[in-house]
């Protein structure tokens, strides 16, 4: 059973940094596509950022971009989240995903992953 454990989230000042982690286990995440959304209270739950295992190309949304880092520990079977020049808007849950095949077209819609962890609280003062 795939069991996806989330760290890493808290209150920082608008400008600041956090690094989330995402644990897997369960299988070999080998052929999967890590993604991590998140969710403000009142929003649907929106992209951020994805990896494919196999091979390490990353995909980010746009307003992300140049801010937010995924990156993956193949031993450790963990993936990361690096958040800097963090703003208020980033203030959400956010949530590790998995999807064991990559569709180009769908990578970004939370329907693709089968599995999710709990979700960490990212919380930014301004």
């Known amino acids: 059973q795939v069991q996806l454990v989330e760290s890493g989230g808290g209150l920082v000042q608008a400008g600041g940094s956090l690094r989330l982690s995402c644990a897997a286990s369960?299988?070999?995440?080998?052929?999967?596509?890590m993604g991590w959304f998140r969710q403000a209270p009142g929003k649907e739950r929106e992209f951020v950022a994805a990896l494919r295992w196999s091979g390490g190309n990353t995909y980010y949304a746009d307003s992300v971009k140049g801010r937010f880092t995924i990156s993956r520990d193949n031993a450790k079977n963990t993936v990361y989240l690096q958040m800097n020049s963090l703003n208020p808007e980033d203030t959400a849950v956010y949530f590790c995903?998995?999807?064991?095949?990559?569709?180009?077209?769908?990578?970004?819609?939370?329907?693709?992953?089968?599995?999710w962890g709990q979700g960490t609280q990212v919380t930014v003062s301004s």
């Open positions: 995903a998995a999807a064991s095949a990559f569709y180009y077209s769908r990578y970004t819609s939370p329907a693709t992953y089968e599995y």
């Open positions: 369960g299988r070999t995440f080998s052929s999967y596509v």
